[in-house]
């Protein structure tokens, strides 16, 4: 048993160099012992990620996880199992996992297998789907309210709170005039979006409909909190009048449904936000179905990946505007 780990790296550490696109490395066992084991903080889009020695012919546990993966690697001219994880938007919950096998392995003694088996079952935050919805849903209420400053500042608070609709249940985020708008926000290195429903990219009558991409990453001391970002703007709202802070209050409170508790990472935009005409989009034309068959088909759900794409002219928010409030 090696009693040399004095502490494991705190998200703080780590956040601090992801937002600064810096690499990091972090032993966390004794000079000399083994198994050798590091933590690292990668530059190379893998995020966190921790290396273990193998030694004794130590198998590479076998990951049940989709979004964990280990696989054998030459390190640093070892033989190690290396754990990462293929979900950026994760990235905080797997620190939790890799500092908890490493923990055992090194503090408690543990082969490694017995520890990554042992943290697996113990361990929810990557298994609980309920807690990816939660991370989402704060997400999505980030990129939506990032594309309401971008309205305030165009059309000014009264128009732009009455056109903020998507907390409602109405069918897309924002109406402006004959103009929708979907916004979609994404933590993923991929501009990769889910569209729910079958109407979700289907403008209504009269109207010319619009998404809008976001991208997130961690942006360490530099970013914002959604808390942050929610309170710049009600102060905001409440500056411009009681009609536009009620409405406002209103509309937040329907957004933040499902959004409650989670971790409150701080978030810069990864890049440009891409605005596109909804007939540049993939989707899926259920309209050219026989009236029967779409009768009977009762949810849709599919992912599109947006990158690639150019920008449409003319969007109805100026991208070089929207930030994070």
């Not at 280990?70 to 001219?77: I, L, M, P, Q, S």
């Not at 010319?208 to 970002?229: F, Y």
Request: proline share 6%; hydrophobic share 40%.
């Amino acid at each position: 048993m090696d009693d040399g780990l004095s502490h494991l790296p705190p998200w703080s550490d780590a956040e601090y160099f992801l937002g600064r696109g810096e690499a990091a490395s972090i032993p966390l066992s004794s000079s000399g012992s083994h198994p050798v084991v590091v933590y690292e903080v990668s530059d190379n889009g893998d995020g966190v990620v921790l290396y273990v020695e193998l030694v004794a012919r130590t198998a590479v546990p076998k990951s049940p996880l989709p979004a964990v993966r280990v696989d054998r690697v030459d390190h640093r001219g070892m033989i190690m199992a290396r754990f990462r994880t293929t979900r950026s938007e994760l990235m905080r919950d797997f620190h939790d996992l890799i500092t908890a096998i490493a923990d055992r392995v090194v503090r408690e003694g543990y082969p490694l297998s017995d520890a990554f088996d042992e943290t697996i079952r113990s361990w929810s935050a990557l298994v609980d789907r309920g807690l990816l919805t939660n991370l989402q849903r704060r997400l999505g209420l980030h990129g939506e309210l990032a594309v309401l400053r971008s309205l305030v500042e165009k059309h000014g608070w009264e128009a732009a709170v009455e056109a903020w609709l998507g907390p409602f249940g109405e069918e897309h985020d924002f109406v402006v005039g004959d103009l929708g708008i979907e916004v979609k926000t994404t933590a993923s290195e991929v501009r990769r979006h889910t569209i729910n429903g079958a109407d979700q990219l289907t403008p209504a009558v009269g109207q010319s409909l619009w998404l809008i991409s976001i991208q997130l990453t961690r942006g360490g001391a530099n970013g914002r909190t959604l808390q942050e970002s929610i309170d710049a703007l009600a102060l905001s709202a409440a500056a411009a009048g009681a009609m536009v802070e009620s409405r406002f209050t209103k509309a937040l409170e329907a957004a933040r449904t499902g959004c409650e508790g989670g971790e409150e990472d701080r978030w810069i935009l990864r890049n440009d936000p891409l605005p596109l005409a909804v007939d540049r989009l993939p989707r899926i034309p259920l309209e050219q179905l026989d009236p029967d068959a779409l009768a009977r088909i009762s949810a849709v759900r599919y992912d599109i990946n947006l990158a690639g794409l150019t920008p449409t002219a003319d969007p109805p928010i100026d991208p070089a505007t929207l930030q994070l409030p």
